[in-house]
């Protein structure tokens, strides 16, 4: 009898798992640890339906995998049993190198390496433990095998990760701004050369696509509670590390010593695939009644969610504003100026729609020739959309007075 389970997700109803080698994959404990990864971070101190995890956002990711591969055999298209295979573990892999909390400490925790770089780093690792099973789903994730659209699928302007955080974002936190029509846009994909493109009839559905994933971007991704919020873990994170303070698991210890750097990452993949948000919660809860007055003000503030105010502004801040700000904040908190810029900072955060230089969906028209959708008649990704968009902004403790 052939191979098949289920699984009910709230956002698409059943996800059919039909293929023993996928379902080993999900069931290794590498895979399992994404269960106690959150997906967005602390963005559940804002939307507190934000919850989901790392494992939720990649087997909606894989559903989705798995409509945009029958849809395009449907067109004619050439994929074999073990492409379709690959891309599909390509996929539920894809964010498999992620840390604690996502993209909050990526580079914090581990500075020398990008959530990809892990990524493909513990893929590598499965396939020997696999018996070389995963080789189809290496070429694809790192696109050095020769059909394109298959890791544009994975990787790219009009991939299904980006379809299903949004649509999975949108549904958790309840802001509809993000609700795309991800069932049309599959439906209008095909490939033409080797690279994905999208049927004439699919424009108003990929532009909808673009816009709502700015408004989420300014609405929820980098709202300035959530930014308050990750701003501060980061510091945490950050302050244990320069003040070499203990954390109360050895894991997070590990890497907050930098012990992994002796030998290398690689070798100490074991250590960071133990690694999850409950660390770093437990360590927080222990510091917020450290004996440093700055670690301990962060993780209490964290833990009852009295976080930093923050303010967007039109330009950067004036420094003597800021060292200002500094020499109030280390009177009160009887620190120095320098310590007290880890409670007062500024910074800049920045989106963009569509820059048409570096990333391109192609939009095919009826006489079969194609053209950037920037390049489209009254298409609204037009130059009023290029470009990125910048906001500048300040965090400093509530308890002090700030005109700007």
Same mark, same amino acid.
């Given at each position: 009898?052939?191979?098949?389970?289920?699984?009910?997700?709230p956002?698409?109803?059943?996800?059919?798992?039909?293929?023993?080698?996928?379902?080993?994959?999900?069931?290794?404990?590498?895979?399992?640890?994404?269960?106690?990864?959150?997906q967005?971070?602390?963005?559940?101190?804002?939307?507190p339906g934000?919850?989901?995890?790392?494992?939720?956002?990649s087997?909606?990711?894989?559903?989705?995998?798995?409509?945009?591969?029958?849809e395009?055999?449907?067109?004619?298209i050439?994929?074999?049993?073990?492409?379709e295979?690959?891309?599909?573990?390509?996929?539920?892999?894809?964010?498999i190198?992620?840390?604690?909390?996502?993209?909050?400490?990526?580079?914090t925790?581990?500075?020398?390496?990008?959530?990809?770089?892990?990524?493909?780093?513990?893929?590598?690792?499965?396939?020997?433990q696999?018996?070389?099973?995963?080789g189809?789903?290496?070429?694809?994730?790192?696109?050095? /095998?020769? *059909?394109?659209? &298959?890791?544009?699928?994975?990787?790219?302007?009009?991939?299904? !990760?980006?379809? @299903?955080? +949004?649509?999975?974002?949108?549904?958790?936190?309840?802001?509809?701004e993000?609700?795309?029509?991800?069932?049309?846009?599959?439906?209008?994909?095909?490939?033409q050369?080797?690279?994905?493109?999208?049927?004439?009839?699919?424009?108003?559905?990929?532009?909808?696509?673009?816009?709502?994933?700015r408004?989420?971007?300014?609405?929820?991704?980098l709202?300035?509670?959530?930014?308050?919020a990750?701003?501060?873990?980061?510091n945490?994170?950050s302050?244990?590390?320069?003040?070499?303070?203990n954390?109360?698991?050895e894991?997070?210890d590990?890497?907050?010593?930098?012990? /992994?750097? *002796?030998d290398? &990452?690689e070798k100490?993949?074991d250590?960071?695939c133990?690694? !999850?948000?409950? @660390?770093? +919660?437990?360590?927080?809860k222990?510091?917020?009644s450290?004996?440093?007055?700055?670690?301990?003000?962060?993780?209490?503030?964290?833990?009852?969610?009295?976080?930093?105010?923050?303010?967007?502004?039109?330009?950067?801040?004036?420094?003597?504003?800021?060292?200002?700000?500094?020499?109030?904040?280390a009177?009160?908190?009887?620190?120095?100026?320098?310590?007290?810029?880890?409670?007062?900072?500024?910074?800049?955060?920045?989106?963009?729609?569509?820059?048409?230089?570096t990333?391109?969906?192609?939009i095919?028209f009826?006489?079969?020739?194609?053209?950037?959708?920037?390049?489209?008649?009254n298409a609204l990704?037009?130059?009023?959309l290029?470009?990125?968009?910048?906001?500048?902004?300040?965090?400093?403790?509530?308890?002090i007075?700030?005109?700007?």
């Open positions: 009898m052939a191979f098949r389970k289920i699984i009910n997700d956002v698409y109803g059943f996800i059919t798992i039909d293929d023993e080698l996928i379902n080993e994959v999900i069931a290794h404990p590498w895979y399992q640890r994404l269960r106690r990864i959150h967005m971070a602390m963005a559940h101190l804002v939307y934000a919850v989901h995890t790392r494992l939720h956002h087997l909606g990711a894989y559903h989705l995998m798995c409509n945009a591969l029958n395009l055999k449907s067109k004619g050439e994929i074999s049993a073990d492409e295979q690959g891309a599909k573990i390509a996929i539920l892999l894809h964010d190198g992620h840390g604690p909390y996502s993209h909050a400490l990526e580079r925790l581990i500075e020398k390496h990008s959530h990809e770089d892990i990524s493909l780093m513990i893929m590598q690792r499965m396939n020997g696999m018996n070389g099973k995963l189809m789903a290496i070429a694809i994730f790192t696109n050095a /095998y020769p *059909k394109k659209f &298959l890791h544009q699928l994975v990787s790219g302007q009009l991939d299904v !990760d980006r379809m @299903d955080y +949004l649509i999975r974002d949108s549904f958790f936190t309840g802001v509809s993000g609700v795309i029509g991800y069932d049309r846009i599959i439906k209008m994909l095909t490939v050369d080797s690279e994905l493109v999208v049927e004439q009839k699919g424009l108003y559905s990929i532009e909808k696509f673009l816009v709502s994933r408004f989420m971007y300014w609405q929820v991704y709202h300035k509670t959530v930014l308050s990750e701003k501060m873990l980061l945490i994170i302050r244990a590390k320069a003040m070499n303070i954390a109360s698991s894991r997070l590990f890497f907050l010593k930098e012990e /992994y750097l *002796k290398g &990452l100490n993949l250590i960071f133990e690694l !999850d948000d409950t @660390d770093v +919660l437990y360590s927080i222990k510091w917020a450290h004996s440093d007055k700055i670690l301990s003000f962060m993780c209490r503030s964290l833990i009852d969610r009295k976080l930093l105010k923050v303010k967007y502004l039109p330009a950067k801040i004036d420094k003597s504003i800021l060292e200002g700000l500094k020499v109030r904040l009177q009160q908190f009887n620190v120095s100026t320098e310590e007290a810029g880890w409670l007062a900072f500024a910074g800049e955060v920045h989106n963009k729609t569509y820059d048409p230089k990333e391109h969906i192609h095919l009826k006489d079969g020739s194609k053209r950037d959708i920037s390049e489209v008649d990704i037009n130059q009023s290029f470009g990125t968009v910048k906001k500048f902004y300040i965090c400093f403790p509530k308890s007075e700030v005109s700007l």
